[in-house]
DNA sequence: GTTTAAACGCAACAATATTACAATTAACTA
DNA sequence: TAGTTAATTGTAATATTGTTGCGTTTAAAC
């Protein structure tokens, strides 16, 4: 989100989650926190360069276990992650809203208010979580398709 | 589905999309029928062994194309390959079923007969497509569950 | 049967992800 | 505040997944 959030918050979410508070952590949180959009791990990569790969897959599979990010994939199968906003527990994520995959720019959004309306399986299967995607375009790239 | 389709089915769905009849392509249509789950990229690959990895991607690629077969990303992110039930045409799927993916045995169930629940998204995104993608375990892994 | 465009196989490569281990450092304690 | 230690990082090597270019083969059309 485009809220500003500081250091100091962030400090706090480690130490919160029993992680040390490191750099690449914490630059880390402060870019994702920066973007109303989910980070692609390429995104992630080009921009962090100076962060050694494996310390980024680490980090964010640390998060991810904590709850503190969730991983979606894009159409294109390429992993994307964005800050979990609620209540996401150690190993109990609750991201059961909408990604929005833009096909024209890529983005994926995190609509989190979207509520995912009611579903019955069929019988003997027991689902535990459920994520709804869509595709087309974003507010940004519709508005430019105008022209 | 394990309802038993005959090599002339495939062959005639080939030719009906103007692709050459040739053995890799109805060994990949062959065993897609054979099962009712999706089949990964890796499982492929390992039962295909001696059709070239490359030749593969080609098929897969060819047959998503012309809306023989949907690709769908599992929770890992990997790819799984599933027949195309109803009328896809070329370059336009209409596979917005619900897939279940088992967190216990991985495999991706195509539920065909579910359908979508009508979704309103926040103005501006102008949605072409949607998936909803539902986890837990399936109604094999469930029986066994239960022990 | 000949011809030809499509499809295949091979080799090389690019991108993404994982493992093992040594070096560093945040956090704790004395 | 220095010393200790477990967690984290960096490096190297490797595995997996996907792509590109090109020469060879083959299905399909004539």
Known sequence: MAQTLHNFHFEDLLTRHHLKKTAPR????????????ATSQPDLESVMNDIDRVTLYRILSAFEEKGIIHKVFDLNGTAN???????????????????????????????????????????????????????????????????
């Open 81 to 147: 992650y964005a800050l979990c906003t609620s209540n996401c527990d150690e190993g109990h994520h609750h991201d059961e809203h909408l990604h929005f995959n833009c096909t024209n720019c890529k983005n994926v959004y995190c609509l989190n208010d979207m509520q995912l309306p009611a579903i019955n399986l069929p019988a003997g299967f027991e689902p535990q979580a459920f994520t709804l995607y869509a595709s087309g375009l974003c507010p940004k790239c519709s508005k430019k398709a105008v022209k």
């Open 26 to 37: 914490l630059r880390v949180l402060s870019m994702m926190s920066s973007r109303n959009t």
